[in-house]
């Protein structure tokens, strides 16, 4: 995909949740998400990468009410694991051999589009999240729904609201953003690699 849908564009859950969707229909089992976040944990700095271990969903939204759904499927999908062991393995290594410096972490989502306030900040650092962003969780969720199996980075690409003196815009997330791009088209093609390697 080159691109994604977002809640704050007006979409709804089962709209953002399409390419997912489209993909199951293909036949696809694996599932790599990247995305740009806001960095809360105190260790991570603009350029880092975080390899996602664990998610919150704060959107108040689920792609599995009333959505696409397929007769015969459970509808309460075991979350306990949702993003693959193994995979997360070949992404550490990757990070390794090329020097990348990376995390393991949690990703909050939240709906957008403005950017977060201090105060909620600090209470998403409190629940445990690492880092903030648009986007992913409910892609997640309706992957592991189809049973594919799923792994995400995220590109920290700025701190978030209080963790540095400086303000939030959007310009900065997109230089960032594209500062890295090399490293993420990398880590993407050994993972694809790996893959075809451990078939």
């Not at 393991?104 to 950017?115: A, E, K, R, S």
Request: glycine fraction near 8%.
């Amino acid at each position: 995909m080159q691109g994604r849908f977002h809640l704050y564009e007006g979409k709804t859950a089962n709209e953002v949740v399409l390419p997912v969707d489209i993909f199951h229909a293909l036949n696809i089992k694996s599932l790599f998400v990247t995305n740009a976040s806001g960095g809360i944990n105190r260790s991570y700095v603009p350029g880092d990468l975080m390899i996602l271990h664990d998610h919150i969903n704060l959107t108040g939204h689920n792609p599995l009410i009333a959505g696409n759904l397929e007769e015969g499927r459970p509808l309460f999908v075991d979350m306990t694991n949702i993003y693959d062991e193994e995979y997360i393995g070949y992404l550490k290594i990757s990070c390794d051999k090329h020097s990348l410096k990376h995390h393991i972490g949690t990703y909050l989502q939240v709906t957008g589009p403005t950017y977060e306030t201090k105060a909620e900040i600090f209470a998403y650092f409190q629940m445990g999240a690492d880092v903030v962003g648009m986007s992913t969780a409910l892609e997640i969720i309706k992957a592991r729904y189809y049973g594919m199996r799923c792994v995400a980075v995220s590109l920290v690409s700025n701190f978030a609201a209080g963790m540095s003196n400086l303000g939030l815009n959007h310009e900065d997330v997109l230089a960032t953003t594209m500062k890295k791009k090399d490293s993420l088209k990398l880590l993407l093609s050994e993972f694809i690699l790996m893959l075809e390697k451990s078939k």
